[in-house]
């Protein structure tokens, strides 16, 4: 099936303001872009890109004066099936795993495992290691917290969450990541586009989603306890500990972000076509 995405960002600031941006397509996914992918600024200025330490597209530019808006329309390929179920993948001991997934089960900004590991092997202790216990903690999360855009807020980790019932689905995947590392299950944030597709429309405005993977069985596996069912049309943009290292923008400096709108629909057929 064809996906025509993209977004539509505003900022406006007083002073010359430096901003980093992963509001590229991830690079597992460019295989499948079917439209060329490029991030359009108004006023044009300078922009490169390079990739991170966790393998995203990370742009660099300064926000003039006054302000800046981003734009991109594209269209990507995807396979139209819910995300991959593999409930025979087995959890791997600590010492078996690759170097570089290791600190995947580290504590980070937003995944304070010292402060939940005891809730976590009180609860998840019996479990079976592996995929059932992984869908263990996503059925915990997703009866355990309350969604609304109104419960968001920017230092809200995921003991915050635990603790407040509350938040967005970047707070569903936190505490999701977080009960993950300290059971000794890999886990890492995602972020990236999830339309409302093979499913109710839902009355909200669209915006970019957040969901996690775990590493089981020698590959990531996406889990998502926002909503947990698979879903169809994934597209990622970006992966890292936590939010932090997949922030869409970081400005340094004061930036207002005044318009805000993202778009992800399933066509037909390639515009224009």
């Known amino acids: 099936m064809l996906i025509r995405t993209g977004y539509d960002i505003r900022f406006d600031t007083d002073t010359p303001t430096p901003m980093l941006a992963l509001l590229s397509v991830h690079p597992s996914r460019h295989k499948?872009?079917?439209t060329s992918h490029h991030i359009v600024a108004t006023p044009d200025v300078p922009m490169y890109d390079y990739i991170d330490g966790f393998g995203n597209v990370c742009s660099r530019f300064t926000v003039p004066a006054g302000g800046?808006?981003?734009?991109?329309d594209f269209v990507v390929e995807d396979s139209?099936?819910?995300?991959?179920?593999?409930?025979?993948?087995?959890q791997h001991s600590v010492d078996a795993l690759p170097d570089e997934v290791v600190v995947y089960l580290l504590a980070s900004r937003y995944c304070e495992t010292d402060r939940l590991?005891?809730?976590?092997?009180?609860?998840?202790?019996?479990?079976?290691?592996?995929?059932?216990?992984?869908?263990?903690?996503?059925?915990?999360?997703?009866?355990?917290?309350?969604?609304?855009?109104?419960?968001?807020?920017?230092?809200?980790?995921a003991f915050d969450a635990h603790d407040e019932r509350c938040g967005v689905c970047r707070d569903f995947a936190h505490l999701a990541i977080t009960l993950c590392r300290c059971m000794n299950i890999p886990a890492r944030y995602c972020t990236g586009y999830l339309g409302d597709i093979g499913i109710d429309p839902i009355d909200a405005p669209m915006d970019f989603s957040a969901w996690f993977e775990v590493y089981l069985g020698g590959k990531w596996h996406a889990f998502d306890a926002r909503h947990n069912k698979p879903r169809i049309g994934r597209i990622l943009m970006a992966t890292g500990r936590d939010a932090v290292d997949a922030a869409l923008t970081t400005a340094f400096g004061q930036a207002?972000?005044?318009?805000?709108?993202?778009?992800?629909?399933?066509?037909?057929?390639?515009?224009?076509?």
């Open 68 to 72: 800046l808006t981003l734009s991109c």
């Open 256 to 273: 207002t972000l005044t318009r805000f709108e993202v778009h992800t629909d399933a066509i037909d057929a390639l515009p224009g076509g």
């Open 117 to 157: 590991i005891e809730t976590a092997w009180s609860l998840f202790g019996s479990t079976k290691p592996g995929w059932e216990r992984v869908q263990a903690i996503v059925d915990y999360v997703h009866n355990r917290i309350e969604f609304g855009y109104h419960h968001a807020r920017a230092t809200k980790t």
């Open 32 to 34: 499948d872009m079917r």
């Open 80 to 90: 139209g099936l819910p995300d991959p179920q593999s409930p025979d993948a087995e």
